[in-house]
């Protein structure tokens, strides 16, 4: 399986244009190349969301970055915290384009140093997927249902 798609907000790096036209390689380079900035040069002016911390609690996660930048206004951190309350946490569609991509080795061997460093598995087998709940999702998408 191969994707293709807007990669405009990838990071280019020199490698980046030798690569396949697959946007999920070429999405984890990027990651792979931020995460190298970020253990390179981070020091006490970098900071690291994980985006399941911003789900499972987004006003704490909102106070603390809202801490981390030095921003007093409480109001602010309380407005921008019920931005992601519509998340879906259905990974599944992650899972199978991962498993089905033709670069997966690849795409391990990038994804390997930086998942370790935040507490990911690479390999995905901790998402939490939902099978039945993703194909409805994509059905009713579908249809058009709400």
Same mark, same amino acid.
């Given at each position: 399986? @191969? @994707? ?5 907000? #990838?990071? *280019? ?18 990651? $792979?190349?931020? &995460?190298?900035? +970020? =253990? /390179?040069? *981070?020091?006490? %002016? ?9 789900? /499972?609690?987004? !006003?704490?996660?909102? $106070?603390?970055?809202? *801490? ?7 109001? &602010?951190? $309380?407005?921008?915290? #019920?931005?992601? !309350? %519509?998340?879906?946490?259905? +990974? ?9 991509? %033709? &670069?997966? =080795?690849?795409?391990?061997? !990038? ?5 370790? /460093? ?9 998402? *939490? ?5 993703? #194909? ?8 058009? @249902? !709400?």
């Amino acid at each position: 399986m @191969i @994707i293709k798609g807007n990669t405009s907000f #990838l990071l *280019r790096t020199s490698e980046f244009s030798t690569l396949p036209d697959e946007l999920v390689l070429k999405a984890v380079v990027s990651w $792979a190349a931020a &995460y190298e900035s +970020y =253990r /390179a040069f *981070r020091d006490e %002016h970098w900071t690291a969301l994980r985006y399941e911390e911003l789900v /499972a609690d987004p !006003r704490a996660t909102m $106070a603390n970055l809202f *801490r981390f930048l030095n921003l007093s206004d409480p109001g &602010y951190a $309380a407005v921008a915290s #019920l931005l992601p !309350r %519509h998340a879906e946490k259905n +990974y599944n569609f992650v899972s199978l384009t991962f498993n089905r991509n %033709h &670069y997966k =080795r690849e795409i391990l061997t !990038r994804l390997t140093p930086g998942c370790s /460093a935040f507490g990911y598995k690479s390999d995905m087998s901790d998402l *939490r997927i939902q099978p039945f709940t993703y #194909l409805s999702t994509l059905l009713k998408r579908k249809l058009k @249902i !709400r």
